[in-house]
């Protein structure tokens, strides 16, 4: 039974939210907890109509998921023109991304198929299963464990984040 949700302006979702739902954004998760609007598999076709969301935020559910690639091109299909999509996720090197429920890694420069402007995206815009979502990326940012009795990792992730070169290096 498959039944489209249908949204007014200004519409949020927080995929994967749990009980952590981001301020102003609609709860999606797969299980019903306190905070989420809709229950459904991201892993499976989203139950919003195509171009329906103005705003999708993602944080750490794409290593998760049996197919980050149909979720990426399933966001794709329900964002709106000119909307926005913000996805977190943990470094491959970052002890996170190594427990035994992540199916993916990541590095800076995954979501780069998706993007048309850079190396990789011109390269391999053919890959079928993309199904043509393209995304610009408008940053990237690598977050740092800040701690304020060692007020000088705010200072090493302001370095880090001032250039694509010092990310690479860090």
């Not at 598999?41 to 109509?49: A, P, R, T």
């Not at 999708?56 to 794409?62: F, P």
Request: avoid cysteine.
């Amino acid at each position: 039974n498959f039944k489209h949700q249908t949204f007014s302006k200004g519409s949020k979702l927080d995929i994967a939210s749990g009980t952590d739902k981001k301020p102003g954004f609609k709860g999606v998760d797969i299980v019903k907890l306190p905070g989420v609007d809709y229950v459904m598999d991201v892993n499976k076709k989203l139950k919003f109509k195509d171009n329906s969301i103005d705003e999708i935020y993602s944080k750490n559910t794409l290593p998760h998921l049996k197919d980050a690639i149909f979720t990426i091109t399933e966001f794709h299909r329900i964002l709106k023109n000119n909307g926005k999509i913000e996805v977190i996720v943990p470094h491959f090197t970052n002890t996170r991304a190594n427990n035994p429920f992540i199916k993916h890694r990541f590095s800076l420069h995954s979501m780069d198929y998706f993007y048309v402007n850079t190396e990789i995206g011109r390269d391999r815009s053919y890959y079928k299963n993309m199904k043509g979502a393209r995304f610009i990326i408008v940053k990237r940012e690598i977050k740092i464990r800040t701690n304020k009795f060692m007020p000088w990792t705010y200072l090493i992730q302001k370095w880090v984040n001032s250039s694509l070169r010092n990310m690479h290096l860090y």
